[in-house]
């Protein structure tokens, strides 16, 4: 979202070393913002990679892994799932399973 006019469909951004320079399409105004991944809660850039599963439902009450995505979990914030993610490397399940 443009921090000067509040636009966030009309967003260009171009890499410049290790920072992506957006430019709003409506009033112009350009920032910076670190592509690096951050902890949504506490903003630390202290994150490990994990791995999530995307569960869809087959047929009848089976459900099926389907994909995978990466997910950063906080080393404070994460600290007991990340214990656990370690341990098993098991990918991680959804918050929600689909239901019938």
Not at 40 to 66: T, Y
């Amino acid at each position: 979202m443009c921090p000067a006019c509040g636009e966030d469909e009309e967003l260009d951004g171009e890499r410049e070393g290790d920072v992506i320079a957006i430019t709003c399409a409506r009033c112009e105004t350009t920032w910076h913002r670190d592509p690096s991944p951050r902890c949504p809660r506490c903003d630390s850039p202290d994150v490990e990679a994990a791995i999530k599963a995307v569960i869809e439902k087959s047929r009848g009450s089976q459900l099926s892994i389907v994909a995978t995505q990466i997910v950063h979990l906080c080393r404070t914030c994460d600290a007991e799932l990340l214990a656990s993610y370690r341990i098993s490397r098991s990918p991680l399940m959804p918050d929600q399973l689909p239901t019938l």
